[in-house]
């Protein structure tokens, strides 16, 4: 098992090599992973920049002291993979940004796509961006990742298309025998640049949304002969395109 990974707003040790991790992270460390002196710890800002540590001492509930090697600051990888994700119904939104998170993802949209049956509204809709955002932090150190994947405001379907037009190889995952599709697994990919895919919600990407993001430069794919739930498609292809590109050889 590697080391925990612990999130500091800025990763740097004073004068003595040590860093002292309280408030709700030094609780965790303390009171609930129970650490001890002597082990391994590794703090991280989330955006790539981190050091391993060891305990030098666990101090009351919420308090770790951690000696400090050298910081590091892992690069972004390339190809850079963004998921645009239609809003599913309950929390099968937190389900999907978890295992994307986990799997490799470096950015994702939620998207208010015309047939979602959830709409993000007011104060409701906040809410749901920011359990999604926490979601991202805790999967990104369950999976002991050292920068977190960005989680973007809600976007429209003309913020996806416009994203889609930037994008260096640009995908939309529908499966639909009257409309032509090709699987994803044949795909002429990119070896760097940006590779975005939008997964449509349960009702299916609409034909108006087809055009839009066809019209952006995004072709229609396919992951197999099963139709996929809106919270499992995103993580299925992210790691189809993780072992395609080479990110997990």
Known sequence: MTAPVFVVEHVRADSGGQYVLDGPEGRHAVSVKRLRPGEAVVLTDGAGRWAEG??????????????MSEVSEEPEAQ????????????????????TMTETGVDAIVPWAAARCITQWRGERGLKALAKWRATAREAGKQSRRVRFPEVADAATSRQVAALLAKADFAAVLHEDREYGSVPLA???????????????????????ELELFGQAGAGAYRLGPTVLRTSTAGTAATALLLGRTGRWS
Do not use: F, M, N, Y
């Open 79 to 98: 190809p850079r993979i963004t998921v645009v994700q239609a809003l599913p119904k309950g929390d099968r939104g937190e389900l999907a940004v978890e």
């Open 54 to 67: 060891e305990v030098v001492a666990a101090e009351g509930k919420d308090r770790l002291v951690v000696r």
């Open 186 to 208: 044949t795909a002429e990919l990119p070896s760097s640049g940006e590779i975005v895919l939008v997964v449509g919600p349960e009702g299916g990407v609409s034909p108006e």
